[in-house]
Structure formats: C-alpha cells, structure tokens
C-alpha cells in the first residue's frame, strides 16, 4: 500500500513570497490532516479535511494560509505571504475510520 | 482535550527495556491514549493505543492504570534504531480524530 506522498519535500523562499504544498493522501482515506511542526516542537494540527469538506480550520491562520482538497483527495495548503515564522516542517497525514493517523515525509520550508 | 505530561529526554542503552510514563490527569471518558514515534525528517509513526489495562502488539507494549490518569509506554530491548521522539496523546477519536501534539520525549539510545 502506497503511503501519504508530499511535495516539495524542501523550499527556500524569501519573506512575502508565496509557496504550496501538494499532498496526495492514502488511496480511500476519507480524512486528510495539514499539521505545521516547528523545529523542537510536536506537530500542530492547522486544518482537518473530511472528504472535501473542512472539519476543523481553527488553528490555520487564515490571513495568510489557505488550503483545499479537490474532489475529496489530493490536498494543496498555500502560505501568501510568506513570514519569517512559517519557516518549519509541514506534515500531511490522512486516516480512515481506524483513528490511526498516517503521516507524509513532510516538506521542509525555510523563509528568508 | 486532555493534556498530557512527558519527560522531555530520556537516555538508554542497547538491549535495556525502557518505559515512558506520560500523565494526563484530566483525560475524560470517551478518551483513548495513543502513542507516536518519529524520527528525524520524517512524519510521526503510530505506535500503539488503548483505553484501559495492557495492551501489546510486536513492537510495545502500553500499561493503563485503573484510573487512567497515566499511562506508560514499554519499548522491550531497544536497539539504536528506537532512537526517536515519542509522543503520548490523549482524545476521542471516531472516523480520525483531532490530535494534540504535545512535546514529546526524545529518547536516546546509546551502544
């Protein structure tokens, strides 16, 4: 079974710049995760997707980041501008109803 | 979302048992505690789960006490490759549930 697929797996970007993320979750995993970690920190959950819908998006500062999932699969997240602050790991991950949470490679994003 | 509580580094050695104890004082009900192990670049891993008592699968096993307000994680005889962050979470998870990351313990395994 394929896993959770991330690109760019790493991005260099100057500050106010824009950037994205594709992620393509785990064939038939209704729910899909975008998690930002800093460096020394656990993951923080930004915005949970169930099928195309959004369950949660309290934590994704809207001012700058948006995300999508079209047609209930594939997932981008978008930062614009870019800050400073973004500069982490960003995780997908998706899950179906047996609560186990598989995670992506993550794509690396440093803002200069 | 109960909060949990875990050593922030532990240091071991091949071949050891190790135990993580992670306290979560205010876990509710419907709660089920789950663990989480990464390593560098790259996505957490689960590891394990449970609600109460024991629960052993091939590669730890996760001890609930009665009132299950901790819980610890036992890695058997661990090798350099266990060197990781592990996580203890806390939640009700039904259909993928909301996971609250704390900050982990990072365990060190020496040779």
């Known amino acids: 079974e394929a896993g959770v697929a991330q690109s760019p797996r790493y991005k260099i970007i100057e500050k106010r710049q824009s950037v994205a993320f594709w992620c393509n979750p785990i064939?038939?995993?209704?729910?899909l995760y975008w998690y930002q970690q800093i460096l020394g920190q656990g993951p923080k959950l930004l915005i949970q997707?169930?099928?195309?819908?959004?369950?949660?998006d309290s934590q994704l500062p809207k001012d700058r980041f948006s995300a999508e999932r079209l047609k209930g699969v594939d997932s981008t997240l978008k930062i614009q501008p870019a800050k400073l602050e973004d500069s982490a790991v960003y995780l997908c991950a998706s899950s179906n109803r047996d609560r186990e949470q598989y995670f992506g490679p993550g794509t690396r994003l440093t803002v200069t | 979302l109960a909060k949990t509580t875990q050593p922030i580094s532990m240091d071991s050695y091949e071949g050891q048992e190790v135990n993580i104890t992670c306290s979560h004082n205010?876990?509710?009900?419907?709660?089920?505690i789950t663990w989480y192990q990464q390593f560098p670049s790259q996505g957490p891993r689960f590891i394990i789960q449970g609600y109460k008592t024991k629960v052993t699968n091939e590669v730890a096993s996760l001890f609930i006490p009665a009132d299950r307000k901790s819980s610890t994680l036992s890695l058997p005889r661990v090798s350099l490759s266990d060197t990781a962050v592990y996580y203890c979470?806390?939640?009700?998870?039904?259909?993928?549930?909301?996971?609250?990351f704390g900050q982990g313990t990072e365990l060190s395994v020496k040779p």
């Open positions: 979470l806390v939640g009700e998870y039904n259909q993928g549930g909301k996971l609250i």
């Open positions: 205010n876990i509710a009900t419907n709660d089920y």
């Open positions: 064939s038939g995993h209704a729910t």
């Open positions: 997707f169930q099928n195309n819908g959004v369950v949660d």
